[in-house]
């Protein structure tokens, strides 16, 4: 790499993506938990496919073009039941503008039976930390 890297700015979070086995499920409780459906969904190939990704959603959670801050859901094969039984992710973070957003989510979330499984004050913010069904 050559050149002046000063005026690079830091990367920002472009894509998180998460494999299942269980796509349908995923994607269903993702669309509740964002209160959105997936901006774009790729159905399972007819033909056997080169890729072990099968089907795709995608979540656009913002940006502004060209930037944009997706989550995605692949339904994998050989996929296990819960993400946590092998190495990959440990967790990632949604963030809101404010305490009211924060709570009016957790309360969206409440009345669909979605608890945190924890909750913490790191001083400068609050954080709910929820799992999904594959333990993500």
Do not use: C
Not at 11 to 16: A, C, D, G, L, M
Not at 47 to 63: C, H, N, V
Not at 65 to 75: D, H, R, S, T
Not at 103 to 128: A, C
Request: hydrophobic share 35%.
């Amino acid at each position: 790499m050559s050149g002046n890297t000063e005026n690079i700015s830091a990367p920002s979070i472009s894509e998180v993506v998460l494999k299942t086995s269980r796509f349908d499920e995923m994607k269903d409780w993702y669309t509740v938990t964002l209160d959105m459906e997936p901006s774009f969904i790729r159905e399972r190939p007819k033909e056997p496919s080169w890729t072990k990704s099968q089907q795709i959603a995608f979540f656009k959670l913002y940006g502004v073009y060209p930037y944009a801050q997706m989550l995605g859901v692949f339904e994998v094969d050989g996929t296990k039941k819960r993400a946590n039984e092998d190495p990959g992710l440990h967790h990632f973070q949604l963030a809101h503008g404010n305490f009211d957003e924060l709570f009016m989510r957790y309360d969206r979330l409440k009345e669909r039976g979605i608890m945190p499984i924890q909750k913490w004050n790191h001083d400068v913010m609050t954080s709910f930390y929820y799992e999904d069904l594959d333990g993500n």
